[in-house]
């Protein structure tokens, strides 16, 4: 459709803004390491990239499908606990700490988040909201109630496996994967689902089935951030990722847009700049005036929803990630 | 091809499809008429299982398929069109279709996930095949469109189009020529001959509209509040005197 | 023996008169305007912060009058967040309510964090409690046995006002088919505005109530929130016989849980016992199964 595109533009392809993504990554992390970059802008840019992946998951079943799900933070602590478990219990050479106990994490998250599918996708609408929190209720108090993983106190003492490097490999991984599956006959079924789940199921779709593999999918993701974060904080406990963590993750989501996974980015990033500069400019205030954030939180959410409900990006993405137009008899994706 | 014992089924208090019998043969096109209400969509979503049955039994050839939900039928051979149009309409029109391809698409998961070679390679050929079956329907010109902004007649012709995408071998048709002017329902009578000469299907059709039951239709079933009160031949049925009776009530009919 | 077994029976009927009161609320406003009122659990809350301020600000008053006064207020708010927040997407997608509903409860947890402090506080004692000792060794406080009397009769009155007042039945009908009672001139937003003042006020009394019992702080909307909500699902969302019955046969289990097994399950059990009713019975023990038309 754009044939007379200046040659910039076209620079701007997946591939090169993932590259870019790491090389920055890269760069920043050695500038840190030498006392050169602040440590706090690189704190602040790897929570970014945690919340990415959150988010971006997320997205998938609420944003693309059109579900309602919202225990996601649920997902992110089975994944955070069990790659905790594995770096602690397990003697592994430290080369391989990392990538084991994220693997750890990502499965354990999506083996759970198929069985909650289950049993969640045979309620509709309204009930699915409740059953999804409610899951996410039911995994965080059954953590408290386990001994062997702290209980109530948490894990402590987790090796410190992440950086910005691996957390950026790990955001470019998630979102070149959630956009393949979004450009393929998958990202088609979903969205057919969502705008007529029964002529879907009359062309052969099994819909519980298509929408448990989003949510799947999301749960893993979900686990891969959980995992990410035990090995960042180093520290982590059951109320880390109660329902309040799953408002947070869905502030963001709905600020940048549903069903865009540029919306995600976005949405992310002004959401956790937002609440930085917040918490920096009113601290200086007065101290207790950091707090006001707790409000201003929610009443984002309430106003985006009020307003503007679509989110900043609406459902539109940036081009660089948006499929390939289809060529026949030639391109491919 | 197809064969239904003693439907019948009620929604709370109320007796919608009372002792419904069919029998449609490999390559037949038989019509399904009779006034609003009496329960002829009721039986089409009998058929393709969005609703379960309450009595009665289905074959799809020799295969008893009582009882299986819409996703199997459809697997077995069933597609259906709706009254109002159903088509996924913030999807292209080429994506409508893509979709429908689904089962034969040949590609898994994790060839999906990682756009592997074998992704590559059949999401190439679904495209070309895709796009011969859109020309067949004269839609391939618009293929980029979203569904929703295509003329009325089209989006009718793009869901056949659709619901043929899966190779079915029975098509229920459910009022297909609702909201048409003359010509496009001259049109959609053409449409009909040429898919029922070109893929080997029987066709069963619901329709308000008599001329195009009268000049598709070699057997018609009339219903009335759930039951069938008529079947034969289009001719002899419309002069059938419980059939005008039924319809005498009902001023909307285009007779 | 029977001195705990009728112990821990009374426990479970205050417990079920509180979660009542609560999932009251939740089950008219779903059955009105079909909105899971996520931030229903933090009116209970502030009900009985309100409860705690006016105690501690007007020494001296008397709980006839705290109670009612803290009902009205509360109802206020509710009225209040229904107008600024629920109205304008009244027909929107239902999405965007319960993501502000969501946002509305969170809003009002934080707040009353800021304001007053996340620690728990206990109402002080506002109704009498004397120790009533009878047979067996059996030892009942007054205040226990008023609190389930009390909620007991708000419950009838609530009965009553919803099947043989003239706005409880505009109410149920709004529930019925908010489209068709508009058409006949019923004025929609003036019985929404109701059915958010009565279940707040409600709320409001559970609130009070469980802070004279138990204690209060910012964050239990969430729990007992959640778990009243769970009683009203159980029940029938949009049944208020069903509100009441789902209650205190949620109270039942907990209370045995504690008892007999073990207190840290108790909320699994809760959110156990809804996902399998979920599963068996998708419309609670009295909901209506409402049929979709293809």
């Known amino acids: 459709m754009n044939m007379g595109e200046p040659k910039v533009s076209t620079l701007i392809t997946f591939r090169n803004v993932a590259l870019g993504t790491l090389i920055v990554a890269a760069s920043l992390q050695f500038l840190g390491s030498r006392d050169l970059f602040n440590h706090y802008y690189l704190h602040i840019l790897t929570i970014i990239g945690m919340n990415i992946i959150l988010v971006a998951s997320l997205n ?47 499965i354990a998250a999506g083996v759970i988040g198929y069985l909650v599918g289950l049993v969640t996708f ?58 393949n599956l979004v450009d393929s006959i998958y990202g088609r079924m979903w969205l057919a689902i969502r705008e007529n789940a029964i002529a879907s199921e009359l062309i052969g779709i099994n819909v519980n089935r298509i929408k448990n593999l989003a949510f799947t999918i999301a749960a893993a993701f979900a686990g891969l951030a959980g995992g990410l974060y035990a090995e960042y904080q180093q520290f982590i406990t059951p109320k880390s990722f109660d329902y309040l963590r799953t408002t947070d993750i869905l502030v963001m989501l709905y600020l940048g847009g ?38 201003i939180s929610p009443l984002i959410l309430v106003i985006i929803m009020l307003t503007r409900q679509y989110g900043l990006m609406g459902n539109r993405e940036w081009r660089w990630l948006q499929p390939k137009r289809k060529e026949v008899g030639g391109g491919d994706a | 091809m197809l064969k239904i014992e003693n439907f019948s089924k009620s929604f709370g208090g109320l007796k919608a499809i009372d002792g419904f019998n069919l029998e449609l043969g490999s390559n037949d096109i038989h019509g399904i008429i009779g006034p609003n209400g009496a329960g002829k969509t009721t039986v089409f979503n009998l058929i393709t299982g969005i609703y379960p049955t309450d009595t009665g039994r289905i074959w799809l050839g020799d295969a008893e398929v009582t009882g299986l939900p819409s996703d199997d039928l459809c697997c077995l051979g069933i597609s259906r069109t709706f009254q109002n149009i159903r088509l996924f309409k913030q999807m292209t029109v080429w994506d409508n279709i893509l979709t429908a391809f689904h089962q034969r698409i040949g590609y898994g998961f994790w060839d999906a996930a990682f756009h592997l070679s074998r992704f590559k390679k059949r999401e190439r050929q679904i495209s070309v095949e895709s796009l011969e079956f859109l020309e067949r329907f004269g839609l391939a010109e618009r293929r980029d469109e979203l569904a929703e902004n295509l003329p009325y007649g089209e989006q009718r012709r ?94 909307e009919e285009i007779l | 023996m029977l001195a705990t077994v ?20 939740y089950t008219m406003v779903y059955g009105t305007i079909r909105l899971i009122n996520f931030a229903h659990g933090d009116i209970f809350m502030l009900g009985g912060f309100v409860g705690f301020l006016l105690v501690t600000m007007i020494p001296g008053l008397p709980v006839v009058v705290m109670i009612p006064s803290a009902m009205l207020l509360t109802a206020f708010v509710g009225v209040l967040i229904e107008r600024i927040a629920y109205r304008k997407l009244r027909n929107a997608q239902r999405m965007s309510l319960v993501i502000t509903a969501l946002g509305v409860g969170i809003f ?35 205040d226990k046995i008023l609190i389930i009397a009390i909620s007991l009769l708000l419950m009838v009155v609530l009965w009553l006002f919803v099947n043989k007042t003239l706005i409880g039945t505009a109410m149920r009908a709004v529930a019925d088919n908010k489209d068709a009672v508009q058409l006949m001139g019923v004025n929609l937003n003036l019985v929404i505005s109701t059915t958010f003042a009565v279940g707040s006020a409600l709320a409001a009394a559970g609130g009070i109530f469980f802070g004279q019992a138990y204690s209060i702080d910012p964050y239990m909307g969430i729990d007992l929130g ?43 059990i809760a959110f156990g016992l809804l996902i399998i009713l979920l599963l068996i019975r998708p419309n609670g023990i009295m909901g209506r199964a409402e049929l979709k038309k293809v």
């Open chain 1, 60 to 106: 998938l079943v609420n944003g693309y499908l059109g579900e309602f799900a919202l225990g996601h933070a649920g997902f992110m602590a089975v994944g955070a606990y069990t790659a905790a478990l594995i770096t602690l219990k397990l003697p592994l050479p430290a080369l391989l700490r990392l990538p084991l106990s994220l693997a750890g994490g990502v």
């Open chain 1, 122 to 179: 045979k309620t509709v609408g309204d009930y699915l909201a409740i059953v999804t929190l409610g899951f996410n209720m039911i995994i965080v108090n059954a953590i408290q109630n386990i001994d062997y993983v702290g209980g109530p106190r948490g894990l402590t003492g987790i090796p410190k496996e992440t950086n910005l490097m691996t957390v950026a490999l790990c955001v470019v991984l998630t979102y070149w994967i959630l956009r």
């Open chain 1, 258 to 295: 549903m069903g865009s996974l540029s919306g995600s980015i976005l949405g992310v990033v002004v959401y956790t700049l937002l609440m930085e500069i917040l918490r920096n400019v009113l601290g200086m205030i007065a101290p207790q005036l950091a707090d006001l954030r707790m409000l």
């Open chain 2, 158 to 251: 793009l869901e056949i189009a659709r619901a043929l995408a899966t190779n079915p071998r029975i098509l229920l048709l459910d009022e297909p020529a609702a909201g048409m002017n003359p010509t496009e329902v001259e049109g959609l009578i053409g449409l009909i001959r040429d898919i029922h000469r070109d893929f080997e299907l029987s066709i069963l059709l619901i329709e308000h509209h008599m001329p195009v039951v009268m000049k598709l239709c070699q057997h018609v079933q009339v219903m009335d509040f759930g039951r069938t009160i008529a079947t034969g031949d289009p001719h002899s049925v419309i002069n059938d005197p419980l059939v005008i009776k039924a319809y005498l009530g009902d001023p």
């Open chain 3, 6 to 25: 009728i112990q821990q029976l009374l426990n479970a009927a205050q417990l079920g008169a509180v979660y009542a009161l609560i999932a009251l609320g």
């Open chain 3, 108 to 142: 009002l947890e934080n707040l009353v964090r800021l304001l007053v402090g996340p620690q728990a506080r206990q109402i002080p004692a506002q109704l009498p409690n004397k120790a009533l000792k009878f047979a067996n060794g059996v030892v009942i406080t007054e």
């Open chain 3, 226 to 268: 959640w778990k009243a909500f769970i009683a009203a699902v159980i029940g029938g969302i949009g049944s208020i016989e069903g509100a009441v019955l789902g209650s205190f046969l949620l109270a039942g289990v907990e209370v045995l849980t504690v008892a007999y097994l073990s207190s840290n399950l108790k909320n699994g």
